[in-house]
Nanobody, 124 residues
Framework: QVQLVESGGRLVQAGGSLRLSCAASGRTFSYYTMGWFRQAPGKERDIVAAISWSGGSTYYADSVKGRFIISRDNAKNTVYLQMNSLKPEDTAVYYC?????????????????WGQGTQVTVSP
């Protein structure tokens, strides 16, 4: 069982930066694939980025590639999402999720554990 708590979301101007954090409980965190997803009003929940259990492999959606960086600190049971050059279209609720597999996936259906979400709003 893993519990996830996101933090760091807030209102920011376009072009600004934010760092989201996701603190996880559970002794097996270091063996989980971790992902960040986002959901805007009226839209589906989409993957933003994912990171393998070791941090050696990462995935980014095309819309954030070159602007966002996912990382993890297994000693602190925490995964991060550094978001730079933010755009109004990045506005959404951002969710942290955990997949109890060492094989990294981008399929939202494979992630078993979810945080409550944190709101990111980017003003023009």
């Amino acid at each position: 069982q893993v519990q996830l708590v996101e933090s760091g979301g807030r209102l920011v101007q376009a072009g600004g930066s934010l760092r989201l954090s996701c603190a996880a409980s559970g002794r097996t965190f270091s063996y989980y694939t971790m992902g960040w997803f986002r959901q805007a009003p009226g839209k589906e929940r989409d993957i933003v980025a994912a990171i393998s259990w070791s941090g050696g492999s990462t995935y980014y959606a095309d819309s954030v590639k070159g602007r966002f960086i996912i990382s993890r600190d297994n000693a602190k049971n925490t995964v991060y999402l550094q978001m730079n050059s933010l755009k109004p279209e990045d506005t959404a609720v951002y969710y942290c999720a955990a997949d109890p597999s060492i094989v990294m996936t981008t399929d939202v259906r494979e992630y078993d554990y979810w945080g409550q979400g944190t709101q990111v709003t980017v003003s023009p």
